[in-house]
Structures are given as C-alpha cells and as structure tokens.
T-cell receptor, first 111, second 115 residues
Framework: LAKTTQPISMDSYEGQEVNITCSHN???????ITWYQQFPSQGPRFIIQ???TKVTNEVASLFIPADRKSSTLSLPRVSLSDTAVYYC????????????FGKGTRLSVIA | DGGITQSPKYLFRKEGQNVTLSCEQN?????MYWYRQDPGQGLRLIYY???????QKGDIAEGYSVSREKKESFPLTVTSAQKNPTAFYLC??????????????FGSGTRLTVV
C-alpha cells in the first residue's frame, strides 16, 4: 500500500475553509485516495473518495493534481462539530489488503 | 437500520483475565475486522476475516484470538497474554474483500481498561 504523510494537527476558526494535504509519492496506477473522519470515542466514517481531478459531495471536496502524488481535502466553512481526526488512505478500490490507518490529522475548530 | 453493534461500550478487566468483545453486523457483509486504537494514535489491525470459518492475523495479533462461526458475528478475545490491553477497540466490516476501501463500516467501539 502507498505510504501517506499528512500533518499531525491543524487549528481553524469557525466559518473558515480548511484544507488538509496528504502526500502519497508512490501511489500506484490502480490506487484510489480515500478520506475518513473520526470523532472522539467513535469509529471512522467515510467522507470522500477520488482518483483524479476534483470530487465534491455534500460534506467536502477532494482535489487531486495530475501527478496524483498528493491530494487535498477541503472542508468549507467549518463548525465546532467538524473537530475530529481525518485520515488519508491510498489503495486499490477492491484489493486484498485491509486498510492501514496512520495517525491522521487532528483538526481543532475554535469558536 | 443496518449497522455494526459492539458490546459492551465499556469493559473493565482484572489482570490475568480473558475477556471477549462482541461484534455483530446485519449488513450482510462478507469481511470483518478488529482494530485497536491507543490515545493519539491511528488504528492498528488485530485480525480480519474474509469468509466464515477463516481469519488472518493483522499487525498486532499476539495476545488476541478470534472466531468466525457465523457471517454476522466476529468476537474478539483479549487473553491474559496481551500485556497492555487497555485501549479502544473497533470492529468494522466491508461488503466483500478487504480492499473495498470506501465501504468500511465501523462500530461505535469498546473501551477496555485493565484494573
């Protein structure tokens, strides 16, 4: 599985846009980029997945440059309830290896 | 509603005791997983199972055991051989295969404390 690197923590004020960048220099051709969100004392939940360019859903946007060696999760106008840990994962969409969760990025939203 | 149920939510264990954490899913998912999470850390894979009556060790299987007698159930036993069992334990499932990486559904976790 491709190794990912993301910031340990980030702080933001309410109402701001937050961008979390993930580096994955050795991403393979069949790999997808997936982001999960984990609130304290809960299991992670799927946020968004993409392969290239831009993907948007009701929660977030995912920007992937042409070389796919990095990706950026964008959260528009964050609120206190967006305080959580965000995990970037890279792997085949239907491979044979369980997901490997790193330490993720701990986002703290301040009033 | 379909989902994963983990019980109990909190569990206290005396040193030297075995304890079993329950995980039940009604999603008709084939694959199930157990992860361990320590404070400020990511999730580490303990065991996973792709089909009934079959399971594989993850990265930190020592001191743990599992069974998969039914598709919907994947209990985890923390044995006395696990030297530092205090942690947050998460169960997950996927529809099929282990790399279905946008289809992971997690339970709400069991927090185990050794007293």
């Amino acid at each position: 599985l491709a190794k990912t690197t993301q910031p340990i923590s980030m702080d933001s004020y309410e109402g701001q846009e937050v961008n979390i960048t993930c580096s994955h220099n050795n991403i393979a051709t069949n790999d997808y980029i997936t982001w999960y969100q984990q609130f304290p004392s809960q299991g992670p939940r799927f946020i968004i997945q993409g392969y290239k360019t831009k993907v948007t859903n009701e929660v977030a946007s995912l920007f992937i440059p042409a070389d796919r060696k990095s990706s950026t999760l964008s959260l528009p106008r964050v609120s206190l309830s967006d305080t959580a840990v965000y995990y970037c994962l890279v792997g085949e969409r239907s491979g044979n290896t369980p997901l490997v969760f790193g330490k993720g990025t701990r986002l703290s939203v301040i009033a | 509603d379909g989902g994963i149920t983990q019980s109990p939510k909190y569990l206290f264990r005396k040193e030297g005791q075995n304890v079993t954490l329950s995980c039940e899913q009604n999603l008709n998912h084939d694959a199930m997983y157990w992860y361990r999470q320590d404070p400020g850390q990511g999730l580490r894979l303990i065991y996973y199972s792709q089909i009934v009556n079959d399971f594989q060790k993850g990265d930190i299987a020592e001191g743990y055991s599992v069974s998969r007698e039914k598709k919907e159930s994947f209990p985890l036993t923390v044995t006395s051989a696990q030297k530092n069992p205090t942690a947050f334990y998460l169960c997950a499932s996927t529809p099929s295969g282990t790399g279905y990486n946008y289809g992971y559904t997690f339970g709400s976790g069991t927090r185990l404390t050794v007293v």
